[in-house]
């Protein structure tokens, strides 16, 4: 059975940090580009960050540019997306997705079944 699964969600402070993670099962991750999509309640969901297959290109929603940093591990068939200095409206179900194409075509072939992160005092 091909799927993505997410790791690392949980409950943090504002200002605090999370690193979440990707693996892939029944299938590698080397050949897609990934990823990272949020949807809080009561609002669309919307892409965060995204990483080619081979890491050589990123890019970053502008509301968490300079926060967030998307990396991949293709030796362990990871993708990793570090959340730094978070804030409450971070608060949301974070999903993983695999891309149809090496490069980030927002065309989504595979997603994840989601973890929460939540921003709360």
């Known amino acids: 059975q091909l799927q993505l699964v997410e790791s690392g969600g949980g409950l943090v402070q504002p200002g605090g940090s999370l690193r979440l993670s990707c693996a892939a099962s029944g299938f590698t991750l080397d050949y897609y580009a990934i990823g990272w999509f949020r949807q809080a309640p009561g609002k669309e969901r919307e892409g965060v960050s995204c990483?080619?297959?081979?890491?050589?290109?990123?890019n970053y929603a502008d509301s968490v540019k300079g926060r967030f940093t998307i990396s991949r591990d293709n030796n362990k068939d990871t993708v990793y997306l570090q959340m730094n200095s978070l804030k409450p409206e971070d608060t949301a179900i974070y999903y993983c997705a695999a891309d149809s194409y090496y490069y980030c075509s927002g065309v989504v072939k595979y997603w994840g079944q989601g973890t929460q992160v939540t921003v709360s005092s």
């Open positions: 990483i080619s297959s081979s890491g050589g290109r990123t």
